[in-house]
């Protein structure tokens, strides 16, 4: 264990720690409801914020840890100031899953598993699954664009998901 | 927030893969700001331009800087003059500083502390020799805005704040609903169909007198023109006389259990006396005593807790229950139950998400300092009294302990907003009449009512916990809760207004069916309530045990309120058991499970309830000369509140064709 501050720590270097973490609180962070910019303030904050007090490094994930709580509190604190509902309660089962499924490598080989995964889907759902992620259509519009039902939209994409998920969780076995 | 943290990971790393959002570098930006900003070197930050942020240019002048760096130096000075004042070594202390992961003594020798303190009674943290009480320390979590720790006493006025004023109740109603409207608008969602009237006679019944209608009192309001027959039956179960008793007898229930639990103030070692408060809250309730006059009474309380005992206050009995070893639970209670604040996890150290610190809890906790109980020779009763407290040290601190082992110094502080002293004397400062005062004022007050009624209407507040309204608890509706949490204070805290307001809004009117358009809300499953449906739930043992006794045809409206409420706490006592922990919790078995069901099942009252021999409905009906199928609407009537169907009369009707004893046929329904 060593303790690491701006002005005590010779060997402590502040850009090994932001390039070793940042891709990971930002994607924590957009896991948590956070549009890109935000995640990009946010993340830049939670550096400023630890690297202004002296903290002590256990080890990587601790620290991964430690960033992912402190990213936390001020998503929080920002969700406050802008008088917007958070539901905090399952932040607990997320952090675990997210540790699971991000916690050794900021979330790399999650993305990569993904995308090999959403090669396996139907064209249909992949292509609902586009018309929402990519070009940005409302459900309403994606239903009429297969010539479904809003609910069916819905429910084809909330498949399509599943599938994705599970394929994941295969992958990560 | 989804609720499946899975589903938020997937959707997030689809909007990178899809929405090309990928990761960006940060790495120069975040340097850049760093290297701008340490603020202990002023000369190098205040020459420092203005840097952008992210994608969103945020233009900082020079004399912004220059001022924000100003304002950090004075800060830190100022930090360090309290520091050297407060870090001063106790008499007898070996001079020096405590550091963090130092392993520290634990106890203060007893003559240091006050005393006048009874130390039989309450004890305190206590600081030990050689340690530094009011170490200043940064906050554990960086994210959180926390408030400088100290002895800083800050001179307040206290009094009431300013309110609007208070508009007609029709208006505050329309207000409720309009802005239910709105939430529904703004998540698409369409509310359900309106209850039937038999369905909303069942749940204001139960909501406001704590029992299920009786077949006559459905009858008569469904009968009624409906034109203003809710609003009818609300006001006569509030206001009528023949309810008056059963209105103050059910929310002395609530009440009792919320401020000592189904078991409190029943064991022999008990200081409290649950009879006394029950007493003090029938009173309140019958008179219908303003809600902030009624927390003000139970803060400050001083007296005996025995009813007939010289110097008698039923009130007293809420911190009596409180007290034991020291005095968090009082603190831990008084801040959730009257201020939506629930503080027992800070009360060991700094939670990672609450606003609250540690300091604050034990800052609150100073307030009941002064708390002290005494028996009096000779007899069951005790008394709690205010006592002179002093530390030994400067005067009336309290001592806490952090994780690390520092122990640290609060005085009366009320949430982090300071108290108009520090005196631990009486005659100075009663510290009690100050809380007392402090919570009646407070903005909190009416907040956390009007959730916590909101949530006995609906079985969800507009929180997820009415305990926990904390700054990291969404509010789900914060507008139509600020409303009525404006208004209540408007109308002198009258309970009955805000009863008024609640039964009589649209949510309350709502069917608990859903449809395809309104799915979504469902807060049973942990998503944020929308209340576009009624939402069902099970009925609590004390509506359980009234409506038995109905249906038995058990009066014991006759009985000494005392005796009654003996009746009832036996029969409640087969479900509920206290918990020793330190939130004096209580774990229920009245959850539908099989001691339930036996207890149910076989236990008198329901055999008194389910017998043709008593005077209760069976009874009434087989006695009648109503023909079959006036008989089985009365007993569907009486039972669930609605006139059975076809398909069941018809059912019924040939079981008793066939049947050889068409009474034990009835029976055997009922």
């Known amino acids: ?173 | 927030m989804t609720t499946d943290p899975h589903n938020s990971i997937v959707d997030s790393l689809l909007d990178e893969l899809l929405g090309q959002q990928q990761p960006p570098d940060l790495t120069s930006q975040i340097l850049d700001r760093y290297h701008d900003q340490e603020p202990v070197l002023p000369a190098s930050s205040t020459s420092s331009p203005p840097r952008r942020r992210a994608q969103r240019p945020r233009q900082r002048s020079l004399r912004n800087i220059v001022a924000i760096a100003a304002s950090l130096l004075i800060v830190a000075m100022l930090l360090g003059v309290l520091a050297k004042r407060i870090n001063r070594p106790l008499p007898g202390g070996n001079g020096e500083i405590a550091g963090q992961g130092e392993e520290q003594p634990s106890r203060l020798p007893d003559e240091k502390r006050g005393s006048s303190r009874p130390s039989e009674l309450v004890e305190r943290v206590p600081a030990d020799d050689g340690v530094f009480p009011g170490t200043v320390a940064g906050a554990d979590f960086p994210g959180e805005d926390l408030p400088l720790p100290g002895p800083v006493a800050l001179t307040m006025k206290i009094g009431p704040r300013d309110t609007v004023p208070a508009i007609a109740h029709q208006q505050v109603i329309s207000t409720v609903n309009q802005r239910l409207t709105d939430t529904w608008q703004e998540k698409e969602l369409v509310p359900s169909e309106q209850a039937t009237d038999a369905e909303w006679c069942r749940r204001v019944f139960l909501r406001l007198i704590g029992r299920i209608p009786t077949a006559d009192e459905l009858q008569e309001f469904v009968s009624q023109p409906a034109e203003g027959n809710r609003q009818q039956l609300v006001e006569m179960l509030l206001e009528g006389e023949n309810y008056i008793e059963e209105y103050a007898q059910h929310w002395t229930n609530i009440w009792t259990n919320m401020l000592i639990g189904r078991r409190g103030g029943m064991a022999d070692n008990d200081m409290a006396n649950r009879e006394g408060l029950q007493q003090f809250l029938r009173r309140s309730l019958q008179g219908n005593k303003p809600y902030d006059q009624m927390v003000y009474e139970l803060l400050s309380a001083t007296g005996s807790n025995t009813p007939g005992s010289e110097q008698y206050n039923g009130a007293v009995n809420f911190l009596l229950a409180c007290m034991g070893k020291d005095t968090s639970l009082a603190t831990a209670k008084t801040s959730s139950i009257f201020l939506g604040q629930k503080l027992q996890c800070v009360q060991c150290h700094n939670h990672p998400f609450s606003e609250v610190a540690q300091q604050q809890f034990w800052e609150m906790d100073a307030f009941f300092s002064q708390m002290a109980v005494v028996r009096a020779p000779d007899t069951d009763a005790w008394t709690l009294v205010n006592q002179d407290y002093s530390s030994g040290q400067s005067g009336g601190e309290v001592f806490y302990q952090q994780p690390d082992g520092q122990v640290k110094a609060a005085f009366p502080s009320f949430l982090g907003k300071g108290a108009s002293s520090q005196s631990g004397e009486v005659q100075e400062f009663d510290r009690r009449e100050e809380l007392a005062q402090q919570v009646r004022y407070s903005e909190h007050l009416p907040r956390a009512l009007v959730n916590r009624i909101w949530g006995h209407f609906f079985g969800h507040g507009f929180t997820s916990s009415v305990d926990e309204m904390g700054a990291h608890s969404p509010v789900s509706h914060p507008d139509l809760l600020g409303d009525l949490a404006v208004q209540f204070e408007a109308h002198d805290y009258d309970i009955k207004s805000l009863l008024r307001w609640v039964s009589l809004s649209d949510a309350f009117s709502l069917s608990s069916r859903y449809s395809s358009s309104n799915m979504a809300d469902t807060p049973e499953a942990g998503e944020i309530p929308s209340f576009s449906r009624y939402y069902t739930r099970s009925m609590q043992p004390e509506e359980v045990y009234q409506s038995l006794l109905l249906v038995a045809g058990v009066r014991r409206g006759d009985e000494p309120f005392a005796e009654q409420q003996m009746a009832q706490r036996t029969w409640l006592g087969q479900f509920t058991r206290r918990m020793e922990n330190d939130e004096a919790e209580e774990s229920s078995s009245f959850s539908g499970d099989v001691h339930q069901s036996l207890v149910m099942m076989n236990g008198p009252l329901m055999q008194q309830a389910t017998s043709p021999a008593q005077d209760g409905v069976l009874a009434t009906v087989l006695e009648s000369d109503m023909p079959l199928p006036g008989k089985v609407r009365h007993m569907f009537m009486a039972a669930i509140s609605r006139r059975p169907t076809a398909e069941e009369l018809k059912v019924v009707s040939m079981m008793v064709a066939s049947a050889k004893d068409p009474a034990a046929l009835l029976q055997d329904i009922w």
């Not at chain 1, 995640?39 to 960033?67: I, N």
């Not at chain 1, 992620?133 to 399509?160: C, D, P, V, W, Y």
């Open chain 1, 1 to 173: 264990m060593s303790t690491a501050s701006p002005h005590d720590a010779a060997d402590f270097d502040p850009r090994v720690l932001i390039e070793q973490h940042q891709v990971g609180i930002w994607r924590y962070l957009r896991v948590l409801g956070c549009d890109a910019v935000l995640a990009e303030d946010l993340t830049q904050e939670t550096f400023l914020t630890v690297l202004r007090k002296p903290f002590e490094v256990y080890s990587e994930a601790a620290t991964a840890a430690y960033l992912r709580r402190v990213a936390y509190n001020l998503f929080i604190s920002h969700r406050r100031r802008s008088r917007k509902e958070t539901l905090v309660e399952d932040i607990d089962e997320l952090n675990i899953t997210w540790d699971r499924w991000a916690g050794q490598d900021n979330g790399d080989q999650l993305v990569e598993n993904l995308r090999e995964c959403l090669e396996l889907l139907s064209e249909r759902a992949r292509g609902a699954l586009e018309m929402r992620f990519q070009q940005r259509l409302r459900r309403l519009e994606i239903a009429r664009s297969l010539e479904i039902t809003e609910h069916g939209a819905k429910n084809l994409m909330q498949r399509a998901k599943k599938q994705l998920r599970q394929c994941v969780e295969g992958k990560m076995q």
